[in-house]
């Protein structure tokens, strides 16, 4: 199977070659899409001199910061288009640890429509972490299965597996959502429309280097949306039909 990992950057000058060579130790024959948000850092020319010198490389460069989200649509279209099997995300900070690609890949391949790459799951975990990142991170996850009724540990977690077949089915131009919420999203649209979910464990390591992209907006968003999303879920069609109608007389 042709596999694809999709790295977002900006401004990840510090991070960007150390990473992918710790993927192509672990999976030479995976390639990988640098793509990248106008980093001012310089992080796209380090992407291009990378390319240049290794056909498993791609850039993807984009005007300015558009948010994780649009990063990974863009992402997952340049993959489709050219017939990639498999579909990864993965951070460019060295957060998420090549050492865990073998059993994402695995569990694909085994036919997963979509592999989670599980720091809430056993055998799981996280290192250098405040207790206020690991509240966040489990509390998210827990408002959206008790929302939205999606079976899995670690709905916000950005270390995962598409099948091609996966994507196909999904209304990708649908989706607007961004950071956490991107990751909430895309699980919660995998699980309406049948298709399965398997979740793997995997060590989450703090950066060491450059600034994390978290902030209280990209938490807010995700609360946001996912209530109005777990209220369009349980509230019944046509209670929902007539609420409208009342509210626009």
Known sequence: ???LIIVPTYNEASNLEIILDRIHAQQPGVDVLVADDGSPDGTGGIADRLAHDDPRIH????????????A?????????????????????DGSHRPEDLVQILAASEAGADLVLGSRWVPGGGVVNWPWHRRLISRGGTFYARL???IPVHDATGGFRAFRRETLEQLPLAEVASQGYCFQIDMARRVVAAGMSVVEVPITFVERERGQSKMSGA??????WRVTVWGLARLVPPPLRRSTALSLSR
């Open 1 to 3: 199977m042709r596999a």
């Open 59 to 70: 850039v993807l460069h984009r005007t300015s910061k558009q948010g994780l989200g649009s």
């Open 72 to 92: 990974y649509r863009a992402g997952f279209a340049w993959g489709l288009e050219r017939g990639y099997d498999v579909l990864l995300e993965m951070d460019a």
């Open 147 to 149: 929302m939205l009724g």
């Open 218 to 223: 990209i938490v807010r968003e995700a609360l």
